[in-house]
């Protein structure tokens, strides 16, 4: 239920008008916010098969959650109409908008993605988050809902500035 309220309540919130909030978003990070840069490479550490993509509507893209991660939800959150393209990936004029630079080196566990109910879980596996875990987190960030949620200043606000 919870989670229910706080997506229509940042849906509100969200740029209706088609343009985003911010000229660009740049990601760096690590496994968490990988979309696909590990996909080429000859590593433990890809995501481009299932079950991870299960709940996300392209499938696997080497995202290590059964959906979308955080950075994909705060682009929507942002008002991005795509998400943003890995750097393995990016071309041309869509660099400009942004690029997301994370590249996970987490190990890939024997029980990833045994949970039947994947929305009643945090973690898709011991490290990764499941894609409900990911709204609440990115959620959080790009407005406060409590003082300790992000500090000084939110995702909302940073962009309005």
């Avoid at 299960?54 to 959650?65: A, E």
């Avoid at 190990?107 to 709204?135: C, F, K």
């Avoid at 500090?151 to 606000?157: A, C, E, K, T, V």
Wanted: glycine share 10%.
């Amino acid at each position: 239920m919870w989670y229910l309220v706080t997506l229509l309540s940042l849906s509100s919130l969200v740029n209706g008008g088609g343009v985003p909030q911010v000229p660009c978003y740049f990601i760096f990070g690590a496994s968490l916010y990988d979309n696909g840069n590990n996909n080429a490479f000859v590593t433990a550490a890809r995501a481009n098969y299932p079950p991870y993509g299960i709940d996300f509507r392209r499938g696997p893209t080497g995202r290590f959650t059964n959906g979308r991660n955080t950075a994909d939800i705060i682009a929507e959150l942002l008002g991005f109409y795509n998400y943003i393209p890995p750097f393995a990936s990016a071309r041309g004029q869509d660099i400009l908008k942004g690029v997301n630079y994370a590249s996970g080196s987490s190990e890939i566990r024997d029980e990833t993605g045994q949970h039947l109910n994947r929305s009643d879980y945090m973690y898709w596996d011991a490290v990764h988050p499941t894609e409900a875990a990911n709204v609440m987190v990115a959620g959080r960030s790009y407005v406060n809902l409590d003082p300790s949620d992000t500090y000084p200043i939110d995702i909302h606000r940073l962009a309005q500035l």
